[in-house]
């Protein structure tokens, strides 16, 4: 159901995009910025994940990191049967996490050093998990494709004053609240298909690391990290707040239209419901062998 709600939104966007083509151009217009669509989410799509990365001040982790964060998410990627992901941490206190890449060989895994500082390692493997759901699922690619529909239709609304064929078809009344209504009709879906998309990575994410209540208990601690510190990058670039497992603009207490994520009481009931109807898998005890004691540090590679 995930994946045909996710299609159908899609092609919401895509439909509303082609609409105000044709508003601005009739039939030549709405096949014009099909095109340009095209054009556009191909160029993001290749660059995007060095877009993001360079955005947050992401630094390459090394392999043999003394946090082992590495050989913990090289083990969960077998487990996901996926190639292991670039990583990347960003210095920012916020617990918070991301991931990137326009298709599983070409994907990153960004987490912040807050994270680092607040989880344990059975959380962090949770969180890993969870990123590597995305990108099994070919989610960072749809949001990149989604975010760029949604820029672009906010443009092509402000193009709307400039050409004489939309007030032709709508008149100043009807051009003006398209330049409105559009880019808000595409925020909207744009935050729907976010919303589906988290929910079916929690869950296959729980999968991976064969243990829900581990991303349950990560979740409710970056949430509570993300309500009261900042993220200042993210602030700066907050078209990306949706990449976010958590999201770290500001908290949110139902899944209502203007969500980015769903709300995480919501998303953590789901993974504590899964464990209740699940024993962990085999994978659980796998994945904990290798995951180190879950001993509070006092630092991010303490």
């Known amino acids: 159901m995930g994946y045909l709600k996710t299609a159908i ?12 083509g044709y508003l601005l151009g009739g039939a030549g217009g709405a096949v014009i910025a099909l095109v340009v669509a095209a054009v556009m989410n191909v160029v993001t799509w290749w660059n995007s994940d060095k877009l993001v990365l360079r955005m947050h001040g992401a630094e390459p982790v090394t392999r043999g990191d003394p946090m082992g964060l590495h050989a913990m998410t090289a083990e969960l990627a077998r487990n996901a049967g996926l190639p292991e992901p670039k990583l990347y941490l960003i210095d920012t206190p916020q617990p918070n996490a991301f991931a990137t890449g326009r298709n599983p060989a070409n994907a990153a895994v960004a987490v912040t050093t807050g994270l680092l500082r607040d989880l344990t390692r059975e959380e962090l493997a949770g969180v890993i998990a969870h990123e590597l759901a995305h990108i099994r699922n070919h989610d960072t690619a749809i949001m990149t494709v989604t975010a760029t529909f949604a820029g672009a239709i906010s443009m092509l609304a ?39 998309r988290e929910y079916a990575a929690d869950k296959a994410g729980a999968e ?6 581990w991303l349950a208990a990560a979740l409710e601690k970056i949430a509570v990290g993300a309500a009261r510190i900042d993220n200042h990058a993210a602030e700066r670039n907050p078209a990306t707040a949706h990449l976010f497992i958590i999201n770290p603009l500001h908290a949110h207490k139902h899944d209502n239209l203007f969500a980015t994520h769903p709300a995480t009481q919501n998303r953590i009931a789901a993974l504590r419901a899964m464990a209740r109807q699940d024993r962990p898998a085999p994978a659980a005890q796998h994945v904990r062998r290798g995951v180190p004691s879950t001993r509070r540090r006092s630092g991010p590679w303490g």
Do not use: D, Y
Not at 9 to 20: N, R, V, Y
Not at 176 to 194: E, H
Not at 208 to 213: D, E, Q, R, T, V
């Open 9 to 20: 939104l899609m092609a919401a966007m895509t439909a509303l995009f082609m609409g105000i």
């Open 208 to 213: 991976i690391c064969g243990n829900p209540l």
């Open 158 to 196: 402000n193009f709307a004053l400039f050409f004489g064929g939309s007030r032709e078809r709508m008149g100043l009344i009807g051009t003006l609240a398209l330049m409105f209504l559009a880019p808000f009709a595409a925020t909207i879906v744009q935050m729907a298909i976010s919303r589906t």
